[in-house]
């Protein structure tokens, strides 16, 4: 599974977005990349759909294959954590993220090396932050990953900066048609 994964990073580099994203900063040790989108409804409805993952992250980027097994408990120290499917009716799970800050409306902050990085030894914060205009929120999706990698930080900047620009429109979408 982690080989898959691995390959659907990599190959997220060739995917088209139209959501503001850019990698700010690359070196040996580690990457920040960033993305914004504009998304047309309220903070409280944006928040709310945030903290429920399953409606809106790609099933293509978690490791059952199905979204609907992904959750996130809306506290600090709660679990952005996903079920797993296993053999003989024994389930198991995989922790994505650790909530480290929730403000209602505003920002959902996690300490967690995701996808591929998950199995090196990488440190990364993942932040969404809203903020609301008179008409509409521009949601700005950052993560900053940093430690030992086996694949080259170079290389997976770009890759995991399409990934989760997927996810943020992704998001952007759900928000707006409701599906």
């Known amino acids: 599974m982690r080989a898959c994964i691995r390959a659907v990073f990599i190959t997220a ?9 850019e990698v700010k900063s690359v070196n040996d040790v580690g990457f920040s990349i960033a993305s914004n989108v504009r998304i047309d409804r309220d903070a ?3 928040y709310a759909l945030i903290v429920k993952p399953a409606r809106w992250w790609s099933s293509e ?15 600090a120290g709660g679990c952005f954590c996903e079920r797993l499917s296993g053999a ?21 902050r996690l300490s967690g ?3 591929p990085l ?12 809203i903020m609301p205009s008179d008409r509409d929120v521009e949601v700005t999706m950052s993560y900053i990953a940093a430690g ?6 170079k290389q997976m900047a770009p890759a995991i900066d399409k990934v989760l620009t997927e996810q943020l429109m992704r998001l952007k979408r759900v928000a707006e048609q409701g599906g």
């Open 13 to 21: 580099i060739a995917a088209g977005t139209t959501a503001q994203a």
């Open 44 to 46: 409280r409805s944006v």
């Open 61 to 75: 980027h978690s490791y059952s294959g199905d979204a609907a097994n992904l959750s996130m408990d809306p506290r």
């Open 88 to 108: 003989n009716g024994k389930a198991g799970s995989v922790e994505h993220a650790r909530l480290i800050l929730a403000e209602p409306y505003k920002r959902v």
């Open 113 to 115: 090396a995701l996808g």
């Open 118 to 129: 998950q199995a090196d030894a990488v440190i990364g914060t993942l932040e969404l932050t």
């Open 148 to 153: 030992y990698m086996r694949m080259d930080s």
